[in-house]
């Protein structure tokens, strides 16, 4: 591995940091409102590279204001990235000052990029015979790389000489440019050439040298060995002028004029009085009791190593972490080591595990080994279908696993894992009944906080840990000649595996005394998502019957329209165009229908976004057209053509994955297929459900709650008038337009009732009166009128909301009725629009968040039903606030009722939950 000389010149890409801070930390505020997580981040970043590498010279550069010269070459370059966040720019200005007040040179080059600066002072400080450092995470900074210039990728936290760039790109620095001119850089929206990847463009530098060389001899490519290679030439040469128009985007340039020459990047001392002021004023109490204690920015005793560089983290996760060593991993290759390990299970009474596998879907997936860990840093791993192995050289599968199941389905022994339903869904496949679900990792971080990042291991280890796990492809490859774990060499599969059963435990005990802390998460965590683990593998496993006759009709019938529709558009342009094509859409709407302009894509180019269309679409016939044309297209892509082909071989049936950590409120999310989006209002949505159908000698019961969220917002609001409205089972819309317009409930029209239920659902989301004028299709005024004497009539509703927005700006998140945090990211921004979106989200939240848990406890009680009465009915699919159910047939009427109890019964309100059951052949009929 590549050795960092003693005192590097270092250069630090700011603007690569300012970015990478601000997506990595959670919204930090200070007590006046004013965002303060990006500065945090960068300084953290800066202080440890300083105190690892003592350097004398040190360089932050930062992106000036204004277009480049790259802007000049190519006007759409980075033109598809959105406008910098009011809430980072804000603080670009304050971390410039304490930069400056850290005693290190800070420069920003109009003009010209950081790159080209940092490429700039780089190759003249090694042409001085100065060794440099690059701390940034930018591919495009590879092409710098040398014996004198070295780079620290800040993402990964790995070192990148000559090399480390060969292995981690398949050519060597000086071919990089080459590289990203070839296959493009979709971060900066260099183009590259249509059709050439990352091994394509591999293949050809490795086989013909770089962009000049190749082009003049591109009667050669089709003769090197990768796919394409017979029609690549032709493709090269048609996309000449935009390869080498990459190529000059992607060059950093490296004679940039600069007052400041690299050897006079000297670090000064801090200035311990404007960092105090500025400490003061942004609230790093840490930072500022360690300036005040003469600590700032202390180095280590030259005796002890210095730390290694890591990435910043949440100021929840200060405390010093122990670094994770493998020493003590095993592998298990005898039964008596096998034994030794439950006996060591049995004794800790909990302990971490995961499975490994040749696939992710658990109906088929073969089990390859298991990993298990009781302590931190000790941890093992048990191969069993390895395909390489000689069968002496690993225990047998069946033995194995008959060894495991007592413990694996003992109740009184806690597994901790991540994702456990996964886990669960590979060991039912070899008859093993998982029990004893304690902890789920993946939940635990979910609980604590929905929004702080992503849930998967990887991205837990960086957030709480400060440790990079070793990803699958590292071991394994990418893209088409990915190995499955089957074919991975025995110690780098003991490594990866132990890895993931360590981290997990490490992980656990990191995140539940935080949620011990909370007595409320602790009860959403115990009662809600864990139990709900095993119901949701249960669902999934069961799978749904598809009749794939009728969706083939509705195909054909589908293609048809389209065919129409496009014909009707051509029509309505007066010309052909590419319905789907964003730019030929543009150009017709804008350029020669002269539609207005509502709003722009970040890039500038008018937008044809969804809601826009919608809003064209009241005085226009096109963007009504094509509205209705992207619909069709979709529901036949997503699920008229494909539901057929995931019907599983085996099962005869499709089976989607529910997503327990993805959304901030607690709803449940599925993909593979996604039943949450199949539209229920129309009658092309109503089709598909059709062919959700139940076996001969079944029916088809759903079970929905019946405006679950308003008889939420009820309990929540407290309203005399809309709880008696309930209580007495009232229509709620014809009773709120009543109330609303002054009359009797027999003298309300359909037209009142209309706009009453436009005003129920749209303070459930927070709409305003101009949204509900667009919705009701009246004037502003009227509108407001309408929303005035709701709150007349039911004051206690807007007491709800004004509360619910102090609290909110307060605590910075919202509870539902469980007791389920939902953080707001932006409650404190300072663009009013954005801060007014928040505001809304944050008075639903509770209500969408409490009507997602009380459908999961719903869940778990029929589930409980289901496995101890074992019943003749299958519970088959979670929809929003709808469960569907396979019944047979003689047992409709009973499961009926039961079903319908349990859901009701499930929760308590101070209004009474309401579940409308029907029952069918399909799923539309019972819908």
């Not at 060597?172 to 070839?182: F, N, R, S």
């Not at 080591?337 to 004794?347: K, N």
């Not at 679409?617 to 963007?623: C, I, S």
């Not at 921004?829 to 459908?855: L, W, Y």
Request: hydrophobic share 40%; proline share 6%; with cysteine.
């Amino acid at each position: 591995m590549v050795q960092i000389a003693e005192n590097p010149i270092i250069l630090v890409d700011g603007s690569s940091y300012l970015y990478r801070a601000y997506h990595a930390f959670p919204p930090l505020t200070n007590r006046a409102g004013e965002p303060t997580g990006a500065m945090y981040g960068v300084l953290n970043m800066l202080k440890s590279l300083l105190v690892q590498y003592r350097p004398s010279h040190v360089a932050v550069v930062f992106d000036a204001k204004g277009k480049t010269f790259r802007d000049e070459l190519f006007e759409h370059y980075k033109s598809h990235r959105p406008p910098m966040p009011d809430d980072l720019r804000s603080q670009i200005a304050p971390l410039h000052d304490m930069v400056k007040a850290m005693g290190l040179p800070l420069l920003a080059v109009s003009g010209v990029e950081a790159d080209d600066v940092i490429g700039t002072l780089a190759l003249a400080a090694a042409r001085g015979g100065r060794d440099v450092l690059i701390s940034t995470g930018d591919k495009d900074m590879a092409q710098l790389v040398s014996p004198k210039i070295t780079l620290i990728n800040t993402m990964s936290n790995t070192i990148l000489g000559p090399e480390e760039v060969q292995l981690k790109f398949g050519v060597p620095p000086e071919l990089i440019i080459d590289y990203l001119a070839l296959m493009g850089d979709s971060s900066d929206n260099i183009p590259g050439v249509p059709g050439v990847g990352e091994k394509t463009a591999q293949a050809l530098l490795q086989g013909l040298g770089g962009l000049e060389s190749l082009y003049q001899q591109l009667d050669s490519v089709s003769s090197l060995s990768f796919r394409g290679a017979k029609t690549m030439a032709a493709k090269l040469e048609q996309h000449r002028e935009v390869a080498f128009l990459s190529y000059q985007l992607a060059t950093i340039k490296t004679d940039v004029p600069l007052d400041l020459p690299y050897d006079r990047l000297t670090v000064e001392e801090p200035e311990a009085e404007a960092l105090m002021l500025l400490f003061q004023r942004y609230e790093f109490k840490r930072w500022l009791s360690d300036l005040e204690a003469g600590k700032w920015l202390q180095r280590k005793s030259a005796v002890a190593p210095s730390p290694p560089f890591t990435a910043p983290r949440p100021a929840a996760a200060e405390e010093p972490t122990e670094a994770l060593s493998k020493d003590g991993y095993v592998i298990i290759d005898t039964m008596a080591t096998l034994e030794m390990w439950i006996g060591a299970i049995r004794h800790a009474g909990v302990f971490a595990f995961d499975t490994e596998t040749d696939g992710l879907d658990t109906l088929t997936a073969n089990l390859i080994g298991l990993c298990f860990a009781v302590k931190p840093g000790e941890a093992a791993y048990l191969p069993v279908g390895h395909d390489y192995l000689d069968a002496p050289d690993q225990l047998d599968r069946a033995t194995v696993l008959a060894a495991l199941k007592p413990v694996m389905e003992d109740p009184t022994i806690g597994k901790i894992g991540q994702n456990l339903k996964f886990d669960r869904g590979v060991l039912k496949r070899y008859d093993i009944e998982l029990a004893g679900i304690a902890f789920d990792t993946m939940l635990e971080s979910y609980v604590l906080d929905s929004v702080a990042g992503r849930h998967d291991m990887d991205s837990l280890a960086e957030r709480f840990l400060q440790h990079t796990t070793v990803s699958f492809e590292e071991i394994a490859g990418k893209g088409r000649n990915q190995l499955t774990f089957n074919q991975i060499a025995m110690e780098q599969a003991a490594s990866y595996a132990a890895e993931d059963a360590d981290v997990t435990l490490r992980l656990h005990q990191k995140l539940w005394p935080r949620i011990e802390q909370a007595p409320e998460l602790r009860r959403v965590f115990e009662e809600i998502e864990m139990p709900l683990v095993p119901v949701l593998s249960r669902i999934e496993r069961t799978g749904v019957l598809i009749d794939e006759s009728i969706l083939a009709a509705h195909s054909v019938e589908l293609a048809k329209r389209l065919e129409e529709l496009e014909g009707e558009a051509h029509q309505l342009a007066e010309e052909p165009f590419n319905l789907s094509s964003t730019k030929q859409l543009q150009e017709i709407l804008y350029d020669k229908q002269k539609l207005p302009v509502l709003k722009k894509t970040p890039g500038g180019a008018p937008s044809t976004n969804e809601e826009v269309l919608a809003e064209l679409a009241l005085d226009y016939p096109l963007p009504k057209l094509i509205l209705e044309y992207r619909g069709l297209a979709k529901l036949k892509s997503t699920y008229t053509d494909k539901l057929p082909q995931m019907i599983n071989p085996l099962s005869k049936r499709v089976h989607t994955s529910y997503h327990q950590a993805v959304t901030a409120t607690g709803r449940l999310s599925s993909s593979d297929p996604n039943l949450q989006n199949i539209p229920v209002r129309n009658d092309e949505g109503r089709r598909i459900r059709q062919a959700f159908i139940a076996p001969p000698d079944a029916l088809i019961v759903a079970a929905d709650y019946s405006q679950i969220e308003l008889r939420i917002m009820a309990h929540l609001a407290r309203d005399p008038g809309l709880l008696n409205a309930f209580a007495a089972g009232k229509d709620i819309h014809r009773a709120t337009a009543a109330e609303v317009f002054g009359m009797s409930l027999e003298k309300v029209t359909q037209d009142q009732r209309r706009s009453a239920k436009a005003i129920n659902f749209g303070l459930i989301y927070g709409m305003s009166a101009f949204g509900l004028a667009r919705q009701l299709s009246v004037p502003r005024s009227e509108a407001q009128k309408y929303m005035n004497l709701y709150f007349e009539r039911y004051p206690g509703v807007l007491e709800y909301m004004e509360r619910t927005r102090r609290q909110a700006s307060d605590r910075g998140y919202v509870e539902t009725l469980d007791g389920r945090r939902l953080y707001l990211l932006d409650i404190h921004s300072r663009n009013g629009m954005r801060k007014k979106g928040v505001e809304r989200a944050a008075i639903n939240a509770p209500m969408q968040g409490t009507s997602a848990d009380i459908i999961k406890r719903a869940m778990i009680a029929i589930d409980g039903w289901l496995q101890q009465e074992a019943p003749p009915v299958r519970m088959i699919m979670q929809v929003h606030d709808e469960l569907v159910f396979e019944v047979q047939r003689d047992a409709v009427e009973s499961a009926k009722a039961r079903i319908k109890a349990l859901m009701e019964g499930c929760f308590k309100l101070d209004v009474p939950l309401q579940v409308d059951v029907g029952v069918g052949e399909n799923w539309d009929q019972a819908h």
